[in-house]
């Protein structure tokens, strides 16, 4: 199969090229690299056997239709170029996303495939092309509770969330370091025990973050020292777009014959990388918290049952734990006071791999077995 891949040097491209190499995921296909501003010139995978050792131009249509399959981490920008004019132009071949643009589409299919790979199948079988991967928070929540989905023992659920700066991109990223730094170099350039005038301390970084110096172009506002109670659109119904999505995406992914109610608060603190969320799950019956626990733990490979007590928790249940990794730590799990059949939960997980790259690599591994 000719494989094209459009954007490999941002964010989401570098994990996503980080993960094929370490799988050897190339080697099944005649790849093509294609880039919006270095057509003609070098990348770092040119010496790959059956690698196109030159980038094409990710706006050449006539390029991107020779592919059988096109995989981008390009974003939403470049999908709302490219994609229409691709397909009326006569492309038939797969198109495997990581933006948001056609996630809602009728005829997208959104892939988390250890929760919805029977979706997968179906869709391939009735002649489906387009695999759109789903909102980061949403993936990690669905695998963290996969048992109790796949179980049909949600009723509803709410999700409130605490998104890293990573999910704005990398210049967000970097942005809060710049942040961070211009506390730092003004309160701590003489000194680091603050401690007998902390209080003074404190009033002069809130009073930074008014600075006309301090670096806030990417998130609007101070992210270091402080969190963002708001992501993304407004839909002017008091809810973000990042908090639709939970009910929205999580139910397309499920395919779920009735919708399952998940609504809550999407909020962006100063972790660099992961997502995590904390979760009030309302059960349709009252299930001993043992049998939750197997039924997450052998629902995939992945999800990680945290036993409920401070020192795992604080272990195993941070950005600084699931950073770079594929495992989703799911914890906190207890009855509450509201009822046997009200369960908290706590999980996180690193939304480069599973919220954003992963998902995109194993699809590619599903059309091989698809096409055999």
């Known amino acids: 199969m000719k494989l094209g891949i459009v954007g490999s040097r941002g964010m989401v491209g570098q994990v996503l090229m980080e993960r ?6 190339l080697k099944h296909f005649e790849t093509t690299f294609f880039s919006t501003s270095n057509a003609g010139g070098e990348h770092p995978f040119s010496k ?10 990710g706006n050449d249509v006539n390029e991107l239709k020779k592919m059988d399959v096109i995989i981008t981490c390009q974003g939403g920008d470049y999908t709302k170029a490219v994609y229409s004019n691709l397909r009326s132009q006569g492309f038939k071949g797969y198109w495997i996303d990581a933006a948001s643009t056609l996630r809602m589409e009728s005829d997208s299919t959104i892939i988390l495939d ?4 029977d979706v997968i199948k179906k869709a391939l079988k009735d002649g489906k092309t387009d695999f759109i991967g789903g909102n980061c928070t949403v993936s990690l929540m669905l695998l963290a509770l996969g048992g109790l989905f796949k179980a049909g023992q949600i009723e509803w659920m709410t999700s409130m969330t605490y998104q890293a700066a990573s999910g704005g991109g990398a210049r967000h990223m970097n942005e809060l370091l710049n942040q961070m730094k211009f506390f730092t170099d003004r309160v701590m350039a003489t000194e680091t025990n603050l401690s007998n005038k902390i209080l003074e301390v404190e009033k002069n970084i809130t009073g930074l973050m008014s600075d006309s110096a ?5 998130f609007g506002f101070p992210l ?3 969190l ?10 008091g809810q973000s777009k990042e908090e639709w999505k939970a009910m929205a995406e999580g139910n397309k992914i499920l395919q779920s014959t009735k919708a399952i109610p998940i609504d809550g608060t999407c909020v962006r603190v100063s972790s660099l990388r992961c997502h995590a969320q ?8 009252n299930i001993p918290l043992d049998e939750i626990e197997m039924m997450l733990a052998e629902h995939n490979p992945w999800a990680k049952v945290v036993a ?11 950005p600084q734990y699931a950073s770079g990794k594929l495992e989703v730590p799911v914890g906190r799990l207890r009855k509450m006071y509201m009822g046997d059949d009200y369960l908290n939960a706590f999980t996180v997980g690193d939304q480069l791999l599973w919220g954003a790259a992963e998902p995109l690599r194993r699809m590619l591994h599903i059309l091989l077995e698809n096409n055999t």
């Open 48 to 57: 790959i056997s059956n690698v196109d050792p030159k980038l094409k131009d």
């Open 214 to 218: 301090f670096p806030k172009e990417n």
């Open 278 to 285: 904390a979760l009030t799950i309302k059960l349709k019956k």
């Open 224 to 226: 270091a020292a402080n």
């Open 308 to 318: 409920n007590n401070k020192s795992d928790s604080l272990r195993y249940l941070t």
């Open 228 to 237: 963002l109670p708001w992501i993304d659109a407004d839909l002017e119904n």
């Open 114 to 117: 250890p929760v919805n790979l």
């Open 20 to 25: 094929m190499l370490q799988e050897n995921d």
